[in-house]
C-alpha cells in the first residue's frame, strides 16, 4: 500500500482557513460569458434532487441541457421518498447550531472518513438551500406565528432539521421538479424519459458523451456533450431487500466506473434499525419507520431463546431491553449502527420475535401507560397506521416488530472539491458521489447534500473547468467511440436475451442480496467475507449462463432491464466485499468484528486506514486496483465517538 | 363507504384467478388473459403477489406482465391500477402497491386493467403514458424563482393555516387514479392540487393569477371536462379534497376577467 497521493486522485480542495476555502475558490474560478454559455453542452443523468436541482440550475445560467431519466417524469426519483428532512446551519431557534457546528457534527458523525473542505463548504451553502426551496414554494413545517419549526434528528443536540410533515423528500423534490418543468417548458431543458444510460464514453482522455437506452423500443442512442453529471443515486438494492425503491441501481455509476471513474469506499453502507422486518419469503422490499419512534418505543426480546407466546403473555422478569441494559446512558436512542447491531445479535441468537422470529419488539406500552393513548396518537399516529397497514398488526396493542435494513450508501464514485470524478468532463452529485458522509451519514443529510452538489456546487465547478474549452471542436456522435459503445451495449442486451436458461433476473438478485447481506451488513468478518468471495464469482457464471430472460428487445421488457442491473450489481457486491476485507478497521457504517474494543464497540486504526479508498477498474471486480487519497483533518482533531 | 373483508392474520390466500390486461404495444389491440395463482400469504402486498405471477410466467418460459411500480410504499406515485374496477383497488386512500392481499379472500377473481383514459395512451400490457401531466406543471405548476436570489427564508412568514392547507394540496403524488376514475377522464384534481398548493401561499401570488390560466388551459388541451361527479376524490390515495377545484375555478376566471380588463386597456 502506498502513502504517495496518487496525482489523479488530487483532491483540489484550496489551500487557507477551512471558512475561506469555498469564497476563494469562487473567487478565484474561471467564467464563462453569458452569451457564450448555450454553446455548451451539459449532460445531466438522473433527475433526483441532485440531478433536477442541477439540471434547473445550469439551464437558467444559459447552458444547453439534456436530462435523463430512466423514470416516466422526473417527480417519481427516490428522493421522492425522503421522510424525516432537511439540515440546515440556520439557527433560527437560537441553540447554538453554526456552519462550524454542522461541518462537525457531519465530520465526527461520518467516524473522521470525510474530507474537511467538501464538508464544510456543503455546512456554508446548507442555509442557502432553505432560502431557495423556501422561495420555490416548499411547504415547509411552520410555527404559529408563521416562521419555519425546526426540530432536532438522529440524537442530534441542536434542533436544525426542516421538515414537511413525513413527506420532505416529496415536498424538496416537487420543488426541485418544477424548477425543471419550467425549464423544460421553456426549451432550456430537453427531457429524455424512459431512457437508461448504459455506457459512458471517453475520447481522448475526456468524457465525451453516453449511450442510452430507450425503454419502451429498446434503441441504443449516443449523446455527445461538454460534460457529463451523473445524479443517479445509491447502490443500497445491492442487498435485494432494502428501504430503496425498486428500480434503484448501480447501473450509471458502474459503467463510468467501468470506464475510467474510480469507485470510493464502497463498503461504506448504511443499515437503518428501525424497518419493518421481512413477513414472507415473496417480500420485495423493506419499509423504513421513522427513527423517531425510539423517543417512546421499548426494544425488548424474550429472555427465553425461540418464546413464541404473544408479547402481552411475557412477564417483565422474561423480558430483555437490550439497548438499556448494554447502553444505559443512552438506552433506546444509541446510534443507528449500535442499536442495528444490538438487534441482529439478539436474532442471531435465536431471541427473534414475529412470525419468522426475524424482530425485536418496540413497544410503547410504557409510553401509553405514562403519557396515555392520546399523547401517543398525536405523536405518532401516522406511523402507527402505515405500520398497520403493511403488518396488519396494531401497534396500540401489540409491540411494532422492527429490524435493521440498508438504507443508504456513503460510498460512490470518487470525485474532487469540483465533484468532477477521475474521468476529466464527468461529474457525480447526490448519493452516486462517495463525498461527504465518511463512513457513516447523518439523519436529514442526504438531503442536503443532494441540493448542495446540485444548485449551489456544480454550477460553479463547472464552468471554470468548461470555460478553457470556449470553441474549440468537441467530438460528435458519429465517433466511431460512440459507435463502438453502442455495439457493446447492443451485444449485452442480446446476450442477456440469448442464454435462455433457467433463473429469472430477480432469483439470481435474492440470492446476491442474501450472500451480500450475510457477510457484508451489519457486521463483517475476515472470515465471512472471504466466504462472500468465493460464492459470488460462482454466482455470477451461473447468471451469466443460466440467466432466462423472456420477451424481447424491442418493447418495454422489465425483465431485460432487470438482467442489466442485475449484472452490474454482481460486479459492484464483489468490490464492496474486497473493499470491506482491505479495510482492516471498523469504522461507521463498516464493522468488522475483528476490531472492536471490549465493549463491542468500533476501532477506528487512523494510523493506517484515514484514507479514502479509491478503486480502479481492471477488467474484473475480482483484481481492481485499490488507490488511495490519504484524508488529512487541518481543523477537527481525530477522536474516538462514544455513546456509553 | 364499507371496509372490504380482511382475512384473518396469517392465513394463506389459495386458488385465485387473476383476470390480466395484455396488450402488446401502443398499437396493438388487447385481451384479457387469465391466471391462476395457487397460494399466496395474506402478507404479500399486491404488487408482490404480481411479482410471485411474473415469476411463474417467466419460469413457463412466458413474457412477463409489464406494470409501473417504484417506491411501494404509496409516495412515488408510479403504481397504477385498476383493480376489480376501481383505480388503486378496494382500499381508501391507499395507492395499489400499499394494497396488501388479506384485503382478498381464497378463490376469488381479480380484475386487474390499465388506467383507461385518453390522455393516457396504453404502453403495454398495464403501463400507461402519463407525460400529459408533465405538461400542465411545465405550462406554470411552478413559481419562479432561478436559484441564487432567494432572500432569507424567514422574511416570508407563512401563516400555519395557510401552510397546513398548501401541504395537503402539495401531498398529491401524481398517480393519475383520479383521471382513470372520471368517467370524462378529467384532470381537474391533479391540476387543482398544483393550483391550490402554490396560489394559497404568500411566495405563489406574483403568479397566481397566469399560472391558473395556464395550467387549465393545458389541462383542457389534453384532458376531458369535469361534470363535479366527484369519483376522483373518492378514488385519490392521498385523499386530496376536491375543494381544491372549486379554488382553481375562482382563480381561474379571475384570471380570465382580468386579462379581459387588461386587453381593453391596452
Ligand atoms: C426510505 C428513505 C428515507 C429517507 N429519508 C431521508 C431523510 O429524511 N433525510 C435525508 O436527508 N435523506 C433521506 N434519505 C436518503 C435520500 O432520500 C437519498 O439519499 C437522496 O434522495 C438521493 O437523491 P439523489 O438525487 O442522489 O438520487 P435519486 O433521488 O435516487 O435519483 C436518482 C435519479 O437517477 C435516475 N437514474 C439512475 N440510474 C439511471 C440510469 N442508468 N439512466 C438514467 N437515469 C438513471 C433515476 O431515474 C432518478 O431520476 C432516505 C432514503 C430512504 C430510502
Ligand atoms: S389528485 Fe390524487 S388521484 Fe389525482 S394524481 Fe394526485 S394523488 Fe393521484
Ligand atoms: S409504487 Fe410508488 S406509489 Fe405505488
Not at chain 2, 379472500?105 to 383507461?116: G, H, K, L, M, Y
Given at each position: 500500500m502506498s502513502t504517495i497521493t496518487d496525482p489523479r486522485l488530487a483532491s483540489?480542495?484550496?489551500?487557507?482557513?477551512?471558512?475561506?476555502?469555498?469564497?476563494?475558490?469562487?473567487?478565484?474560478?474561471?467564467?464563462?460569458?453569458?452569451?457564450?454559455?448555450?454553446?455548451?453542452?451539459?449532460?445531466?443523468?438522473?433527475?433526483?434532487?441532485?440531478?433536477?436541482?442541477?439540471?434547473?440550475?445550469?439551464?437558467?445560467?444559459?447552458?444547453?441541457?439534456?436530462?435523463?431519466?430512466?423514470?416516466?417524469?422526473?417527480?417519481?426519483?427516490?428522493?421522492?421518498?425522503?421522510?424525516?428532512?432537511?439540515?440546515?446551519?440556520?439557527?433560527?431557534?437560537?441553540?447554538?447550531?453554526?456552519?462550524?457546528?454542522?461541518?462537525?457534527?457531519?465530520?465526527?458523525?461520518?467516524?473522521?472518513?470525510?474530507?474537511?473542505?467538501?464538508?464544510?463548504?456543503?455546512?456554508?451553502?446548507?442555509?442557502?438551500?432553505?432560502?431557495?426551496?423556501?422561495?420555490?414554494?416548499?411547504?415547509?413545517?411552520?410555527e404559529y406565528g408563521g416562521l419555519l419549526d425546526n426540530r432536532s434528528f438522529g440524537g442530534s443536540q441542536?434542533?436544525?432539521?426542516?421538515?414537511?410533515?413525513?413527506?420532505?423528500?416529496?415536498?424538496?423534490?416537487?420543488?426541485?421538479?418544477?424548477?425543471?418543468?419550467?425549464?423544460?417548458?421553456?426549451?432550456?431543458?430537453?427531457?429524455?424519459?424512459?431512457?437508461?444510460?448504459?455506457?459512458?464514453?471517453?475520447?481522448?482522455?475526456?468524457?465525451?458523451?453516453?449511450?442510452?437506452?430507450d425503454l419502451l423500443t429498446g434503441e441504443l442512442q449516443s449523446h455527445a456533450a461538454h460534460a457529463v453529471v451523473l445524479a443517479t443515486g445509491g447502490y443500497g438494492n445491492v442487498f435485494f431487500l432494502s428501504t430503496n425503491?425498486?428500480?434503484?441501481?448501480?447501473?450509471?455509476?458502474?459503467?463510468?466506473?467501468?470506464?475510467?471513474?474510480?469507485?470510493?469506499?464502497?463498503?461504506?453502507?448504511?443499515?437503518?434499525?428501525?424497518?419493518?422486518?421481512?413477513?414472507d419469503p415473496t417480500q420485495s422490499k423493506l419499509t423504513l419507520m421513522s427513527e423517531s419512534l425510539r423517543n417512546d418505543g421499548r426494544v425488548w426480546v424474550p429472555l427465553n431463546v425461540a418464546d413464541a407466546r404473544p408479547a402481552a403473555q411475557i412477564?417483565?422478569?422474561?423480558?430483555?431491553?437490550?439497548?438499556?441494559?448494554?447502553?444505559?446512558?443512552?438506552?433506546?436512542?444509541?446510534?443507528?449502527?449500535?442499536?442495528?447491531?444490538?438487534a441482529k445479535r439478539a436474532v442471531d441468537s435465536g431471541h427473534g420475535v414475529g412470525p419468522l422470529q426475524n424482530g425485536v419488539n418496540l413497544d410503547f406500552a410504557a409510553a401509553i401507560g405514562r403519557l396515555g393513548k392520546d399523547v401517543v396518537q398525536e405523536r405518532y399516529g401516522n406511523l402507527f397506521e402505515m405500520y398497520e397497514r403493511i403488518s396488519g398488526e396494531n401497534p396500540y396493542e401489540t409491540p411494532m416488530r422492527i429490524y435493521p435494513a440498508s438504507h443508504y450508501t456513503m460510498g460512490g464514485l470518487w470525485v474532487d472539491y469540483e465533484l468532477q470524478t477521475t474521468v476529466p468532463g464527468l461529474y457525480a452529485a447526490g448519493e452516486a458521489n462517495f463525498s461527504d458522509h465518511g463512513a457513516n451519514r447523518l439523519g436529514a443529510s442526504a438531503l442536503m447534500q443532494g441540493l448542495a452538489d446540485g444548485y449551489f456546487v456544480?454550477?460553479?465547478?463547472?464552468?471554470?473547468?468548461?470555460?478553457?474549452?470556449?470553441?474549440?471542436?468537441?467530438?460528435?456522435?458519429?465517433?466511431?467511440?460512440?459507435?463502438?459503445?453502442?455495439?457493446?451495449?447492443?451485444?449485452?442486451?442480446?446476450?442477456?436475451?440469448?442464454?435462455?436458461?433457467?433463473?429469472?433476473?430477480?432469483?439470481?438478485?435474492?440470492?446476491?442480496?442474501?450472500?451480500?447481506?450475510?457477510?457484508?451488513?451489519?457486521?463483517?468478518?475476515?472470515?465471512?467475507?472471504?466466504?462472500?468471495?468465493?460464492?459470488?464469482?460462482?454466482?455470477?457464471e451461473e447468471f451469466q449462463k443460466d440467466l432466462r430472460v423472456t420477451g424481447d428487445g424491442v418493447s418495454v421488457n422489465q425483465t431485460l432491464e432487470k438482467a442489466g442491473r442485475v449484472d452490474d450489481f454482481f460486479q459492484l457486491g464483489m468490490l464492496m466485499c474486497r473493499d470491506a476485507l482491505e479495510r482492516r478497521e471498523s469504522c461507521g457504517g463498516h464493522f468488522r468484528s475483528e476490531y472492536q474494543d471490549d465493549e463491542g464497540e468500533a476501532k477506528r486504526d487512523d494510523e493506517n486506514f484515514a484514507h479514502v479508498a479509491a478503486w480502479e477498474w481492471n477488467g474484473d471486480p475480482m483484481s481492481s486496483i485499490r488507490n488511495i487519497e490519504p484524508l488529512e483533518f487541518e481543523t477537527v482533531h481525530l477522536a474516538t465517538r462514544s455513546y456509553k | 363507504m364499507?371496509?372490504?373483508?380482511?382475512?384473518?392474520?396469517?392465513?394463506?390466500?389459495?386458488?385465485?384467478?387473476?383476470?390480466?390486461?395484455?396488450?402488446?404495444?401502443?398499437?396493438?389491440?388487447?385481451?384479457?388473459?387469465?391466471?391462476?395463482?395457487?397460494?399466496?400469504?395474506?402478507?404479500?402486498?399486491?404488487?408482490?403477489?404480481?411479482?410471485?405471477?411474473?415469476?411463474?410466467?417467466?419460469?413457463?418460459?412466458?413474457?412477463?406482465?409489464?406494470?409501473?411500480?417504484?417506491?411501494?410504499?404509496?409516495?412515488?406515485?408510479?403504481?397504477?391500477?385498476?383493480i376489480d374496477g376501481q383505480a388503486h383497488g378496494p382500499q381508501r386512500g391507499t395507492a395499489t402497491c400499499q394494497l396488501h392481499?388479506?384485503?382478498?379472500?381464497?378463490?376469488?377473481?381479480?380484475?386487474?386493467?390499465?388506467?383507461?383514459?385518453?390522455?393516457?395512451?396504453?404502453?403495454?400490457?398495464?403501463?400507461?403514458?402519463?407525460s400529459a401531466f408533465d405538461r400542465i406543471i411545465e405550462s406554470g405548476g411552478y413559481i419562479t424563482a432561478p436559484t441564487g436570489g432567494a432572500p432569507d427564508a424567514n422574511l416570508i412568514p407563512v401563516a400555519k393555516p395557510a401552510a397546513d392547507a398548501a401541504m395537503d394540496a402539495a401531498q398529491c403524488i401524481g398517480c393519475g387514479a383520479c383521471v382513470a376514475a372520471c368517467p370524462n377522464g378529467a384532470a381537474n384534481l391533479f391540476t387543482a392540487a398544483k393550483v391550490a398548493?402554490?396560489?394559497?401561499?404568500?411566495?405563489?401570488?406574483?403568479?397566481?393569477?397566469?399560472?391558473?390560466?395556464?395550467?387549465?388551459?393545458?389541462?383542457?388541451?389534453?384532458?376531458?371536462?369535469?361534470?363535479?361527479?366527484?369519483?376522483?376524490?373518492?378514488?385519490?390515495?392521498?385523499?386530496?379534497?376536491?375543494?381544491?377545484?372549486?379554488?382553481?375555478?375562482?382563480?381561474?376566471?379571475?384570471?380570465?376577467?382580468?386579462?379581459?380588463?387588461?386587453?381593453?386597456?391596452?
Open positions: 483540489k480542495v484550496p489551500a487557507g482557513a477551512i471558512g475561506d476555502k469555498w469564497s476563494t475558490y469562487r473567487e478565484d474560478m474561471k467564467l464563462v460569458n453569458p452569451n457564450n454559455k448555450r454553446k455548451f453542452k451539459i449532460i445531466v443523468v438522473g433527475t433526483g434532487l441532485a440531478g433536477a436541482s442541477a439540471a434547473a440550475t445550469l439551464a437558467e445560467l444559459g447552458y444547453q441541457v439534456d436530462a435523463f431519466t430512466f423514470h416516466d417524469s422526473p417527480r417519481r426519483a427516490h428522493s421522492i421518498a425522503a421522510q424525516g428532512g432537511i439540515n440546515a446551519a440556520k439557527n433560527y431557534h437560537g441553540d447554538g447550531d453554526s456552519v462550524y457546528r454542522l461541518f462537525y457534527d457531519t465530520i465526527k458523525g461520518g467516524d473522521f472518513r470525510a474530507r474537511e473542505g467538501n464538508v464544510h463548504r456543503l455546512a456554508e451553502v446548507s442555509v442557502e438551500i432553505i432560502d431557495q426551496m423556501v422561495a420555490q414554494g416548499v411547504p415547509f413545517a411552520r441542536v434542533s436544525r432539521t426542516f421538515y414537511a410533515r413525513g413527506q420532505t423528500g416529496q415536498q424538496l423534490l416537487l420543488g426541485a421538479y418544477q424548477q425543471l418543468a419550467r425549464q423544460i417548458g421553456l426549451g432550456g431543458v430537453t427531457l429524455y424519459n424512459r431512457t437508461e444510460l448504459v455506457d459512458t464514453v471517453n475520447i481522448d482522455g475526456r468524457c465525451a458523451g453516453i449511450v442510452v437506452r425503491a425498486m428500480q434503484c441501481n448501480v447501473t450509471a455509476a458502474w459503467r463510468a466506473h467501468r470506464k475510467g471513474a474510480m469507485f470510493a469506499n464502497p463498503c461504506y453502507t448504511q443499515i437503518h434499525p428501525t424497518c419493518i422486518p421481512q413477513s412477564p417483565e422478569s422474561e423480558r430483555d431491553y437490550i439497548l438499556e441494559r448494554l447502553y444505559p446512558s443512552f438506552g433506546n436512542l444509541a446510534p443507528r449502527d449500535i442499536a442495528s447491531r444490538a456544480l454550477p460553479y465547478t463547472i464552468g471554470n473547468e468548461l470555460a478553457p474549452m470556449l470553441n474549440k471542436p468537441t467530438p460528435g456522435v458519429d465517433h466511431p467511440a460512440f459507435k463502438q459503445a453502442e455495439q457493446d451495449a447492443r451485444d449485452r442486451y442480446n446476450q442477456y436475451l440469448g442464454i435462455k436458461g433457467t433463473r429469472s433476473p430477480d432469483w439470481f438478485h435474492r440470492e446476491l442480496g442474501r450472500i451480500i447481506w450475510d457477510y457484508c451488513g451489519m457486521e463483517r468478518t475476515e472470515q465471512g467475507l472471504e466466504k462472500a468471495l468465493s460464492e459470488l464469482p460462482s454466482l455470477y | 364499507i371496509e372490504p373483508h380482511e382475512t384473518p392474520h396469517g392465513t394463506q390466500l389459495t386458488n385465485l384467478t387473476l383476470t390480466v390486461w395484455r396488450q402488446k404495444g401502443p398499437n396493438d389491440g388487447g385481451a384479457f388473459e387469465s391466471y391462476r395463482i395457487d397460494s399466496i400469504s395474506d402478507e404479500a402486498s399486491f404488487l408482490e403477489m404480481l411479482d410471485v405471477l411474473n415469476e411463474k410466467l417467466i419460469g413457463e418460459g412466458r413474457e412477463a406482465v409489464t406494470f409501473d411500480h417504484d417506491c411501494r410504499e404509496g409516495i412515488c406515485g408510479t403504481c397504477s391500477l385498476m392481499m388479506r384485503k382478498f379472500e381464497s378463490n376469488a377473481t381479480i380484475v386487474i386493467e390499465p388506467w383507461r383514459a385518453t390522455a393516457f395512451p396504453i404502453i403495454k400490457d398495464l403501463m400507461v403514458d402519463r398548493h402554490l396560489n394559497l401561499l404568500p411566495q405563489g401570488q406574483a403568479e397566481r393569477y397566469s399560472r391558473a390560466e395556464a395550467m387549465v388551459e393545458t389541462m383542457d388541451e389534453y384532458f376531458g371536462s369535469c361534470t363535479n361527479h366527484g369519483e376522483c376524490e373518492a378514488a385519490c390515495p392521498k385523499e386530496i379534497s376536491i375543494d381544491v377545484i372549486a379554488l382553481m375555478n375562482k382563480d381561474y376566471r379571475k384570471a380570465k376577467f382580468a386579462n379581459r380588463k387588461e386587453l381593453a386597456r391596452s
